[in-house]
């Protein structure tokens, strides 16, 4: 599966640039025509749309946001159309927003699709459906949604494409910075400072393309963050961008959906042990390690679980509402009356997010 950003694809004042977009469907094909089934996450749609519109830069308000995309994702469309066109491959258009793939009930539609598109053939090219999203039309939008849709179809891997070369150690036109090419783990990401989008036309930069590597590998597909000019290269076993390694086994959907899909309502906080036995120990979370809590749930909601420096080190279904844990946490279960002597979080509920 690829993801590529509207920085590769479209210019300032310009809009779309049809020859970016055929170098990269001249990689995509070449892979295609050696048998691999591919999915395009593209983003540009609004980038696309400002030239038409005669809209120098990207709009701040919503509602310009969505007429440009409205007016771009025709643009887009077109585009990928002709270009695949040139290797008669068909190309068919899926607008998406967070909830298809977030909602459960949305998720095995939107599976059912991507299946049947593949096994016609076709080259299913992804957008967030920018013309009605709202939050989802901010910071983050595609990269995240291409992490989702990645373990949506059970991809074998994800190449995040954008005009970054790789993860820097720090600002990338610092000379002084080191390109990292291998990520095994979080120990090898902790301390490192990256930023937004400085190209005026993307949402989320190298924050989000981070955040959704960290999850794609965190659900045990291996990712590759490269430039898109490089996309030749990074499509075949040439060595190119950073590489974050794929975690040991694949979350199954449901796990998957709660860990990194499904919003939280609340937070609980947890002492240093209740943290060892859920991240480390898979255990359950009993009364007794928690500290605090945050926002209005209840029982049956999903739920962050944050360590003493607040870092989210787990997620899971709360067993209880947020009005009956005052009386209960920091206790232990012999000393709570024996209709609240049942875990917080079960352990068959719990996805741990730190490794």
Known sequence: MVKVGSSALTTAGDGLDVSRLDALVDAIAERAGRGAQLVLVSSGAIGAGLAPLSLRKRPRDLPTQQ???????????????????????????????SDDVVRRSHYRNAQRTFDRLLALGAVPVVNENDTVATEEIRFGDNDRLAALVAHLIGADALVLLSDVDGLYDGDPRDGATRKISEVNGESDVEGISVGMSSSGLGTGGMVSKLAAARTAAAAGIPVLLAAAAEASDALTAAEAGTAFAAADSRLTARRFWLGYAAGATGKLRLDDGAVTAVVRRRRSLLATGITGIDGDFQAGDVVDLVDPGDRVVARGVVAFDAAELPNLIGRSSHELPAEFRREVVHADDLVPLRR
Do not use: D, K, N, P
């Open 67 to 97: 007429a440009a995309a409205s007016v771009g994702q025709l643009a887009l469309a077109h585009a990928y159309a002709e270009s695949f066109g040139r290797y008669s491959l068909t190309v068919g258009q899926v607008l998406l927003t």
